[in-house]
């Protein structure tokens, strides 16, 4: 349950950084990979906001290729996943947004997973990610 100060906090990390794309990535960054982040309302409410406003532009096709690479490792082959990565985000020409996404957030949080518990966090993280553009995504 979440206390009234988390929400007090959350409505102000909202309010002052809404539409701040850098601040979604430090969040995730330094904290999807810990496992014991406090509140979990807040980091699937983060995500699913991260969704809406950035990713809504995205193919269903490319986050499914993601999630199925990220689901074929496991966390001492992830490192492995950072040159596949480049290339896809160095054929994407048109969105920007699924470039950024694989540059400033998967490969700098692929390159701090070093053991099962981190990699069960990033995989965790990407599911919610493939969830939420279900729902939002135009296409």
Do not use: C
Not at 13 to 37: E, G, M, T
Not at 108 to 132: G, R, Y
């Amino acid at each position: 349950m979440i206390t009234t100060k988390n929400k007090i906090v959350t409505k102000k990390w909202r309010r002052a950084n809404s539409k701040s794309l850098f601040n979604y990535y430090d969040y995730f960054n330094n904290y999807v990979l810990k496992q014991n982040y406090n509140d979990k309302v807040e980091f699937i409410e983060r995500t699913e906001e991260y969704v809406r406003d950035y990713l809504r532009n995205v193919s269903n096709s490319q986050i499914r290729k993601l999630h199925g690479a990220f689901k074929s490792e496991n966390y001492q082959s992830a490192i492995k996943l950072i040159p596949l990565l480049m290339y896809i985000a160095g054929k994407e020409k048109g969105n920007r947004d699924y470039k950024d996404m694989i540059t400033r957030l998967l490969i700098p949080m692929i390159k701090k997973i070093n053991d099962t518990v981190n990699w069960e966090n990033f995989q965790e993280f990407f599911t919610s990610i493939l969830a939420f553009h279900k729902y939002y995504a135009h296409n």
